[in-house]
């Protein structure tokens, strides 16, 4: 049997039955959860496990019965998956219309169209909010698949090293890496309530086109980030500077006639989703520092606002204000 057939295999003298059905579709929230920390994308975090339940339902009855922990062969199944895809995603990004970020969720009480079924939503916490996975798009896929693995999910360094293929040592100075670098780039914490009164007072000065309150809201050097995908008109790079983000966003506005803001919960933290037309058009959030916001990412490619929308037609890149 493969390495991936025989981890958490039963003593021969003492095998089990084959695993219970119910117990392995158990794990999928736990997998989502895995899978979305490490890729950063619902869409591929989905992809992802589907992949690693294939692999065990390709697994013959002798095969599954030599496996004494499901639970353990599926989080390390998907984790190598995880980390292959990460290594092509690193490729694919590089050819990505515009800045990439991470796919932004809602509370599950704001899902629309959503998963029934309890076991893909993501439990929103500190390890998935917006700032957390942009910090981790800047480190090493293995580094990425340590620290999370280490942690977030607190798995022993031999048996993240089962998963990264590489000894328990080298995989603590992988994590030791990324949460040192993490650390360096991450603001201090802002309490949910500070955040969301700024968030409200910047919603309000964006509808009252504002632009004095905007700039006295934003950092002088706070960046904001779009992401289109080309498939949405946006910011091709990073708009720098408290003023410009400020006159940026009332064009914006401007150019959009009937844009609603709505204050909703984007990755755990208090955010803002405009609507057009009854449309989800951008998912934005934010995080702060001293009292003012310094950083803006602004989600437009509808491919990843699916939890956001329901079922809209499919339609042509927006003519809205494109970057410098």
Known sequence: ??????????????????????????????????????????????????????????????????????????????????????????????RYVGEWLPEPLPDRGEWIGGPADPADWVTLDESVTMAFLVVLEAVTPAERVAFILHDVFRYPFPEVAGIVGRTPAACRQLASSARRRIRAARAPATPTGTQAGLVRDFKRAWEARDIAALVGLLAPDATMTADGGGLAGSALRPVVGGERIARYLVHFADRAPGLTLLERTVNGRPGLVARRGGRTATVAAFDLADGRITRVWAVRNPEKLRPWTAHEPTREPEREPHGR
């Not at 490490?38 to 390709?58: C, F, H, M």
């Not at 599954?64 to 353990?72: D, H, N, T, V």
């Open 1 to 94: 049997m493969t390495d991936e057939q025989t981890r958490g295999a039963a003593p021969t003298a003492d095998i089990p039955s084959v695993p219970d059905p119910g117990v392995v579709v158990g794990e999928r929230r736990q997998l989502i959860n895995l899978a979305y920390r490490l890729l950063g994308s619902l869409a591929e975090a989905e992809d992802a496990v589907q992949e690693t339940y294939a692999r065990w339902y390709a697994l013959s009855r002798e095969q599954q019965e030599a496996i004494a922990s499901p639970g353990a062969w599926l989080s390390t199944v998907a984790g190598r998956v995880c980390l292959d895809q990460l290594g092509s995603a690193r490729a694919r990004r590089e």
